[in-house]
DNA sequence: CATTTTACATAGTACGTGCAATGAAAATGG
DNA sequence: CCATTTTCATTGCACGTACTATGTAAAATG
């Protein structure tokens, strides 16, 4: 379905007073974010390779003037679905840890954590940005530019993780190497199921119980590391 | 480095008898080979985008003659080197199979099992297979080419996988479920591993453990699941 | 209402890419 | 040693793609 269709698809069959005199504010944003959408649903439908300018454009309604009045070109879309996956989901992992009561027990927090992360790793935008960090950052580091954009947001991912993480899990104390290793390897399940997902075309038949299977992998590898029994390297 | 420059390094110095009147099949599998290598080296190094074909041949050292008479355009390399992959992967999962002597421990054949899949994940060549898939398995659906290529590779390898899968823990009866659901979560785990190694652009750091735990998870699932424990859905 | 700024539209273009077409060299087989 | 097949080399080209350049409409500003 064309990202066009979605509000004006009856505009045809309306001409009288097409645009009600929206506010640039309105106009900034709608296209923004519809252009925004049509990349990240292209992706999805037909892959990164034929996510061409044109194909945003037509599934977008929007010229490709509007692309580059707002995002200069090609990657600065790609930049801005990046940027704004990862925003949303350090603010997601955030607010699912606000919106917990205090004192929840370990294996509670243990769920909501992974239920957050996954309303992440599974949304179709992390699987477009996947996708553009895998068509980009194997190939930067070829032209060597060390920083240039978001300053390795591998690291910056990282750190938001690890920041969360101290704030969801303060009485764990496995040390950090082993921290830092139970985060890749959770980092590398879910990005992997949601990868899978990009293979086959359809959401995992088992998720739910996979991510079940996920947390009680966590939670069997945080039972008896209370304070105190962590080991500095 | 250029794989052009593994073989005759110094053949530059040596212009006596440069082709020392090799065979038709042995040209024919140097070359093929060669091709091979540098398109599997190069989407490793700098991505699947630009590993175009000018790239193929600089880097292989043959021109673009070879590469149409051996694998007829750049799609035939890219399908081969994701069919050698996989019939490579479930040779080696046999293999690792036939090797192991008879009733050994479950953790033992766990721990065979789990690095022997690792020996294909973690390689460069399922990395290169993994990128090409994925920008050609996504586009396809939306071609509607519903066959074609191998027939649903992702049936073929999941397949191929079960099978391994009984033979090796033929005592288990987790039921049909159960069991894709584990195969598709270690298959999430390793393929993850694999897909942020190619992010990062270097081995994950604590590898071996989360190997272990991975390991672990599965020795944990498989506990208890002796033959009649298995509910069917 | 006039002016300035912002938001979008249209046409043309430079460039990389994969490949077809053709030919030469090398090996095989008699 | 010759004919035939296999293997590899060269050149030119058609095509898609992202982008530049420039023009127009719409909203803000006073």
Chains 1, 2 share one sequence.
Do not use: C
């Not at 066009?4 to 309306?14: C, D, G, I, Q």
């Not at 005199?21 to 900034?28: A, I």
């Not at 919106?99 to 294996?107: A, F, W, Y």
């Not at 303060?170 to 390897?185: A, N, V």
């Amino acid at each position: 379905m064309l990202v066009s269709e979605m509000a004006e698809t009856h505009s045809l069959r309306l001409p009288e007073r097409r645009r009600p005199r929206r506010t640039q504010v309105e106009r900034r944003a709608e296209t923004r974010a519809r252009i925004l959408a049509a990349t990240i649903e292209s992706i999805n439908e037909i892959g990164y390779q034929r996510t061409t300018s044109a194909e945003i454009t037509r599934r977008s309604g929007v010229t490709w003037g509007a692309v580059q009045h707002h995002f200069g070109g090609k990657d600065g879309i790609l930049g801005a679905i990046v940027e704004d996956s990862f925003n949303d989901f350090s603010a997601g992992l955030a607010e699912a840890f606000e919106s917990l009561p205090r004192k929840t027990s370990l294996p509670r927090r243990i769920g909501t954590f992974v239920d957050a992360a996954w309303e992440h790793f599974g949304s179709a935008r992390y699987r477009a940005s996947f996708e553009i960090l895998l068509a980009d950052s194997v190939s930067r580091e070829a032209r060597a530019e060390p920083e240039r954009n978001d300053l390795s947001w591998q690291n910056e991912i990282l750190k938001a993780w690890t920041r969360i993480w101290h704030r969801l899990f303060p009485e764990l104390d496995l040390g950090r190497r082993r921290t830092l290793m139970i985060q890749h390897y959770t980092i590398s399940t879910l990005s992997g199921l949601a990868s899978l997902q990009l293979l086959a075309g359809k959401p995992p038949p088992f998720l739910r119980d996979e991510l079940e299977l996920l947390k009680k992998t966590l939670a069997r590898e945080f039972r008896g590391a209370g304070s105190g029994n962590g080991k500095e390297d």
